[in-house]
Structure formats: structure tokens, C-alpha cells
T-cell receptor, first 111, second 116 residues
Framework: GENVEQHPSTLSVQEGDSAVIKCTYSDSASNYFPWYKQELGKGPQLIIDIRSNVGEKKDQRIAVTLNKTAKHFSLHITETQPEDSAVYFCAAAGGSYIPTFGRGTSLIVHP | DVKVTQSSRYLVKRTGEKVFLECVQDMDHENMFWYRQDPGLGLRLIYFSYDVKMKEKGDIPEGYSVSREKKERFSLILESASTNQTSMYLC???????????????FGPGTRLTVT
């Protein structure tokens, strides 16, 4: 089955800096890569996703890049703010709709 | 807005008890999922269901069962709770397979279960 590795497990940045979280996947059939943000006391919420037919997608301060050849994808957050502090999960899904999640990255943005 | 609700935020049960965790979604989603979340292990899929009365095992089904008698409700059952089932349990739902953009999962707030 699919295996998703996510790094780093913890990321600490100063407000205004950029943050990058990286994931790799093992199944070349995977074609959908969502990112979820989980705030304290809440369930994860989708923040951005990318399909295998594009290499990059942006939404305001967040962007995701995908390298299918290398089987890795990354989340980029620019101009970080304290409210970006949360746990972020990457995931990969193939022909089924069932995502395999990474282990999560705890992002801490210091004011 | 899609809403996924879970019956309890916090639950404390004794070893050997039968435990029911309930999840309800209000958006007529076909698919429903149960995950457990443990520190450093991410989200691990226990069971999922793609239709009423249908269920499929996920990655860690041992010690759990599920029930989906109505489309909007998906229950997770711990037949005989054990201490290693102490965890955060998350329910999610999503639309069916048909179209692009239907893969998004909507999560409930979670149930923190402690088995003593």
C-alpha cells in the first residue's frame, strides 16, 4: 500500500518567515495530494490540494508543489502569522478516494 | 457548511466495557470514515463505509467494528475496550467517487477516549 513520509515533525519559525513542509509518497499511482490543517481542539480541515496533472498550486499565502518523478510534494507558507500555528498533515490518494496521511508537522509561529 | 458531529468530546471507560462512538453528518455524503490519532503516528484509518450497510476495513481494524444503518450516521464500536485503545478518534465524511473535487474529507472535532 501507499506510504507517506512527512518532515519535519516540528517546525518553529518567527512571524513573517516562510515555512516549508515536505512529504514523499511511494505509490506511483497516487494522483491526489491534499493538505490538512488541524487547530487545537478541532478536526483537520482541508487547506489546499493538488492533482498530478499540475506541478504547483497557490492560494494566497500557501502553495503546494508536486514532483511526480521524484514522488515528493511540499507545502509552502509565506509571511507566516501566529494563527498559522497548527498541525499540518499531507496525504496521498490514488484510484480510490482513501488518502494515506503523513504523521503530521507541528508548526509553531512565534510573534 | 458541512457539519460532522461526534457524540462526545471526552469519554472515560473501563477495561472490558463495550464502547459506542457515534458520528453524524448532515451533507448527504456517501463515504464515512473512522480514524484514530496518536502523537507521532498521524491519522490511521480504522474502518470506512461507502454506502449504507457497507463497510471496509482500514489499516488498523483489530478490536473495532462499525455500523452504518443510515446514510448520515456511522458508529464505531469497541467490543471490549482495552487500555491501548486510549486515543483521539476522528470521524470524517466525503462525497462519492463520481466527480473531480469530491475527495475532500470533512472531519468532526474528535472524541478523546480514555480507557482505564
Amino acid at each position: 500500500g501507499e506510504n507517506v513520509e512527512q518532515h519535519p515533525s516540528t517546525l518553529s519559525v518567527q512571524e513573517g518567515d516562510s515555512a516549508v513542509i515536505k512529504c514523499t509518497y511511494s505509490d506511483s499511482a497516487s494522483n491526489y495530494f491534499p493538505w490538512y490543517k488541524q487547530e487545537l481542539g478541532k478536526g483537520p480541515q482541508l487547506i489546499i490540494d493538488i492533482r498530478s496533472n499540475v506541478g504547483e498550486k497557490k492560494d494566497q499565502r500557501i502553495a503546494v508543489t508536486l514532483n511526480k518523478t521524484a514522488k515528493h510534494f511540499s507545502l509552502h507558507i509565506t509571511e507566516t502569522q501566529p494563527e498559522d500555528s497548527a498541525v499540518y498533515f499531507c496525504a496521498a490518494a490514488g484510484g480510490s478516494y482513501i488518502p494515506t496521511f503523513g504523521r503530521g508537522t507541528s508548526l509553531i509561529v512565534h510573534p | 457548511d458541512v457539519k460532522v458531529t461526534q457524540s462526545s468530546r471526552y469519554l472515560v471507560k473501563r477495561t472490558g466495557e463495550k464502547v459506542f462512538l457515534e458520528c453524524v453528518q448532515d451533507m448527504d455524503h456517501e463515504n464515512m470514515f473512522w480514524y484514530r490519532q496518536d502523537p507521532g503516528l498521524g491519522l490511521r484509518l480504522i474502518y470506512f463505509s461507502y454506502d449504507v450497510k457497507m463497510k471496509e476495513k482500514g489499516d488498523i481494524p483489530e478490536g473495532y467494528s462499525v455500523s452504518r444503518e443510515k446514510k448520515e450516521r456511522f458508529s464505531l464500536i469497541l467490543e471490549s475496550a482495552s487500555t491501548n485503545q486510549t486515543s483521539m478518534y476522528l470521524c470524517a465524511s466525503s462525497l462519492g467517487l463520481a466527480d473531480e473535487g469530491t475527495y475532500e474529507q470533512y472531519f468532526g472535532p474528535g472524541t478523546r477516549l480514555t480507557v482505564t
